[in-house]
């Protein structure tokens, strides 16, 4: 009896300090706190976002989600809720708020991590599909359909501190280096890096040039050879004679960042329209950012408690700025 309440506090501990986090991030976004002069005035959008970060956090439904949340006395309290949402008005809010607002979010959480003029010393680029399918596997197996579409998502991950610091979403296929050009000026928009690495699937001389002259930064990008021709390029040359082993491990972090993603936040879409997908996209990263950062805050605290003359971290000092 007594474990089992020991794994309610936990569980209740970790809930309120993801929707401390979530609402502080919320709030250093600055967004309005109503869509429009003509609102209800029920909700904030502040609200409205963290219960939305609170429920991919969780992992759930809607309509579990809300169940649970009106159980969550804590929770409510936090956020000033007099009234627990119907479902349906977290649904109709993220198909009403603009996606400028989530990738602001997404933004705050990636600025949780560093200082203002820090830059990242070795980020890694790769890709993944998100589920978005509708129908069961039974149903594509009895009728020998399959029924399974994936949105093609990029994303760029600080190999250090394990943070996604950009992302590209498509609904089509598309080859890995359209991906990458969008990306590598997103995420070096959002924080610059010393050097970029990726696998064979960017192998290009664009992508070279991109940035060591556009982004002045270094790149890590194995040569693909067809029957030992002759290798084009300035760049692909040098890859070629100096490529550097020490560096390019750590791009598989990248990948164990998407199997976490995955893992604790689902890989599968519940949006059915593209425009909504995006949406659900952005907020599974700004989730995953955060938790991330939960995580570092625990690990940091700990092992300042052994050593009291550490000096406190840009993490450490977001989150008592924040709360």
């Not at 429920?55 to 000033?80: A, S, T």
């Not at 949105?151 to 498509?170: C, N």
């Not at 970029?196 to 001389?205: A, F, I, N, Q």
């Not at 990263?285 to 406190?312: D, P, Q």
């Amino acid at each position: 009896m007594s474990s089992c309440k020991e794994t309610i506090n936990r569980s209740a501990s970790r809930n309120i300090r993801f929707i401390h986090a979530a609402l502080s991030v919320v709030k250093s976004t600055r967004i309005s706190p109503y869509s429009c002069k003509y609102s209800k005035k029920i909700y904030t959008q502040y609200q409205l976002l963290a219960l939305v970060l609170f429920k991919d956090y969780r992992n759930q439904h809607y309509r579990d989600f809300i169940e649970d949340v009106g159980d969550m006395d804590g929770v409510q309290e936090i956020l000033d809720l007099s009234v627990i949402p119907h479902f349906t008005t977290l649904q109709k809010f993220i198909s009403r708020i603009k996606s400028l607002y989530l990738r602001l979010t997404f933004r705050k959480t990636v600025d949780l991590f560093y200082s203002s003029d820090e830059n990242i010393p070795i980020t890694a680029i790769d890709s993944s599909g998100f589920t978005s399918g509708y129908c069961s596997h039974y149903f594509s197996e009895r009728t020998g359909k399959i029924r399974k579409h994936f949105l093609k998502t990029s994303i760029s991950v600080d190999t250090e501190h394990q943070v996604i610091t950009g992302f590209v979403a498509s609904n089509s296929r598309v080859h890995d280096t359209r991906h990458a050009v969008k990306l590598l000026r997103q995420c070096h928009k959002i924080r610059k890096s010393d050097c970029y690495v990726m696998d064979k699937g960017y192998d290009s001389e664009a992508i070279h040039r991109q940035i060591r002259e556009d982004l002045h930064a270094n790149s890590v990008i194995p040569v693909r050879s067809w029957n030992n021709k002759i290798i084009s390029g300035m760049y692909r040359q040098e890859m070629a004679r100096q490529f550097n082993d020490t560096i390019y491990p750590r791009r598989q972090l990248v990948e164990t960042k998407f199997s976490i993603l995955k893992r604790k936040f689902n890989g599968d879409l519940k949006a059915r329209r593209f425009r909504i997908q995006i949406k659900e996209i952005a907020i599974k990263m700004s989730v995953c950012n955060i938790h991330r950062f939960l995580l570092c805050l625990i690990l940091e605290v700990f092992y300042r408690a052994k050593k009291t003359k550490k000096a406190t971290s840009p993490a450490i000092t977001q989150f008592r700025r924040f709360l």
